[in-house]
């Protein structure tokens, strides 16, 4: 069985602050992974993903993240965060059925 | 066009009574995931549609849950007989053939006092 374990449940840093989220996954097969994010009052959005090709991806908002197979993990980063980050990150890998299996979620508050 | 609507968008019930909420996927998505997410127990994945396949009901934690997809569009979440531990905001997500991402919908918050 596939799972999916993220490192922090609750981050709080200052406006320009760099931030990286942990995620690690544990499954035997090729994954397709997946940053989502919930800002407050609002639904699940994907920020980035990975299947396959250049592990470093790129998604909206100046989010990015590293694929790296050897550990297991598929961390999100941003070198200069800003209060409109202040939202939910779900990290998530599919089967090939396309069932997605989150992580716990980190709570990410910025403070202006 | 419209992304994935879910209705009611909050439902509050006493415990015993059935609930159902609805799911409009995006228009052509053939592929709809039901989600549960609660404060316990975090996202969870209940029950996936790909076209007229069979579903995949292997995440429904139990058999009041059921679901159903009609015409390969709308999609209905029943729950029977529900609990407390029932309460939590259920997503529905939609994908097409080719795509790999899902879309989410708003939810819908589900409270059993």
């Known amino acids: 069985a596939q799972s999916v374990s993220q490192h922090n449940h609750h981050v709080i840093l200052s406006e320009a602050a760099s931030l990286e989220l942990g995620c690690n996954y544990s499954?035997?097969?090729?994954?397709?992974l997946f940053w989502y994010v919930q800002y407050p009052g609002q639904h699940l959005q994907l920020l980035l993903k990975?299947?396959?090709?250049?592990?470093l991806v790129k998604g909206i908002k100046g989010f990015e993240a590293e694929f790296i197979k050897s550990k297991f993990s598929f961390n999100l980063r941003k070198p200069s965060v800003q209060w409109s980050d202040t939202a939910e990150y779900f990290c998530?890998?599919?089967?090939?059925?396309?069932?997605?299996?989150f992580g716990a979620g980190t709570q990410v508050v910025v403070t202006p | 066009g419209a992304g994935v609507s879910q209705s009611p968008s909050n439902k509050v019930t006493e415990k015993g009574k059935d609930v159902e909420l609805r799911c409009d996927p995006i228009s052509g998505h053939t592929a709809l995931y039901w989600y549960r997410q609660s404060l316990g127990q975090g996202l969870e994945f209940l029950i996936y549609?790909?076209?007229?396949?069979?579903?995949?009901k292997s995440g429904l934690p139990s058999d009041r849950f059921s679901a159903e997809r009609t015409g390969g569009s709308v999609s209905t979440l029943t729950i029977q007989r529900t609990q407390q531990e029932d309460s939590a905001v259920y997503l529905c997500?939609?994908?097409?053939?080719?795509?790999?991402?899902?879309?989410f919908g708003p939810g819908t918050r589900l409270t059993v006092l």
């Open positions: 998530a890998v599919t089967d090939s059925w396309g069932k997605l299996q």
């Open positions: 990975y299947f396959s090709g250049d592990p």
């Open positions: 997500a939609s994908k097409n053939d080719l795509g790999d991402t899902q879309y």
């Open positions: 499954y035997g097969g090729t994954v397709n």
């Open positions: 549609f790909q076209g007229n396949s069979a579903p995949d």
